[in-house]
């Protein structure tokens, strides 16, 4: 059981580069997030998804994408990169089931720096 | 007011020593409580839950007061390996399953 995967590890984009990163989950979880971490800083959610095909933003939003085609995938695009994206990126997933509902496990992380 | 405050730390106490984190939270409505765990450099992961009555996993406590909006954990008996940042996570009334984190209290134990 792999539980949340997230690729790559590590990422080094120059600016106005695009990128997608990747994140699966194992687990059946309908609910999926995306969050940003910065140095000192709590855990920012950029966006969620509470099934396939069901996606809406979080608290930071601006300058990347997502969707859900399938209940395993949630990948987040970053478009036109920018040095404040410079960031530890977390992919979390979670059960609607009644007993662990507000657990959230997260994947391994990506590093990325734009440059 | 952040929506979530912790003390950052770093907390440095020698092994077997109590220590205790505390964090507030600022939406009176928020629904569940928890404690996550990261260590550096990983991801966060559930250390535990955080109920009105109190609760205890081992050498960890953690208290709820609700009027004070006000959250603890206590760690008894530190262990070099309880070293980590630990971060106060609260989850409000929207839906979606979407937890606030705070910023995180950092321990180190010492030998």
């Known amino acids: 059981n792999a539980g949340v995967t997230q690729t790559p590890k590590f990422r080094i984009l120059k600016i106005g580069q695009s990128m997608t990163l990747q994140c699966t989950q194992d687990?059946?979880?309908?609910?999926m997030y995306w969050y940003r971490q910065d140095p000192g800083m709590g855990l920012k959610l950029i966006y969620y998804?509470?099934?396939?095909?069901?996606?809406d933003k979080g608290e930071v939003p601006n300058g990347y994408n997502v969707s859900r085609s399938t209940t395993e995938d949630f990948p987040l695009r970053l478009e036109l990169a920018a040095p404040s994206q410079t960031s530890v990126y977390f992919c979390?997933?979670?059960?609607?089931?009644?007993?662990?509902?507000?657990?959230?496990?997260f994947g391994p992380g990506t590093r990325l720096t734009v440059t | 007011r952040k929506e979530v405050e912790q003390d950052p730390g770093p907390f440095n106490v020698p092994e077997g020593a109590t220590v205790a984190f505390n964090c507030t939270y600022s939406?009176?409505?928020?629904?569940?409580f928890f404690w996550y765990r990261q260590d550096c450099r990983k991801e966060p992961k559930l250390l535990m839950s955080?109920?009105?009555s109190g609760n205890e996993d081992g050498r960890f406590t953690a208290q709820l007061n609700r009027a004070s909006q006000y959250i603890s954990l206590l760690i008894r008996d530190s262990k070099l390996s309880d070293s980590a940042t630990y971060l106060c996570?609260?989850?409000?009334?929207?839906?979606?399953?979407?937890?606030?984190f705070g910023t995180g209290t950092q321990l180190k134990v010492e030998l």
């Open positions: 979390a997933s979670s059960s609607r089931l009644a007993d662990r509902t507000y657990e959230q496990y």
């Open positions: 687990m059946n979880h309908n609910y």
């Open positions: 939406n009176s409505a928020s629904q569940s």
């Open positions: 996570v609260v989850k409000g009334t929207g839906g979606g399953n979407k937890l606030t």
């Open positions: 998804s509470v099934g396939a095909g069901i996606t």
């Open positions: 955080v109920y009105s």
